[in-house]
């Protein structure tokens, strides 16, 4: 009987590792992912979550997803509310889109924004 329940107790702790490891808590992730949030880190961040494979950034990337070349300043929401939330959960946004809920840390968000108003802010 004792068997059955340590089988048991281990297989609910293993559940909710694997639970929390797929949908980490926002406190969890503001710890763990903290970054500077500046567009230096956003750039490495937009490299390392493999942004340009769906879409355009600069010269460079795919065409599977929207173009963010001058997605700061396209959006008409100067505190850039939508993308924070969309980047925050996509599939909180738009249920059924592609992309993926990479669990971004608050500052990883700043940090890809700040990354892409510089970038925006150097376009013609």
Known sequence: ???RWAIFGTLIAVGIVV???????????NVLKRVDPSPE???RLVERYGCRRCHRIGDSGGILAPDLNGITQRVGD??????????RDPQAVKPGTAMPNFHLSDSEIE???AY???LDARRP
């Open 19 to 29: 639970w929390l490891a797929m949908n980490p808590p926002r406190p969890l992730l």
């Open 41 to 43: 880190t956003g750039a």
């Open 1 to 3: 009987m004792r068997t």
């Open 78 to 87: 100067p505190a850039m509310v939508s993308l924070r939330l969309w980047l």
């Open 111 to 113: 940090a890809i924004l």
């Open 116 to 118: 892409l108003q510089a």
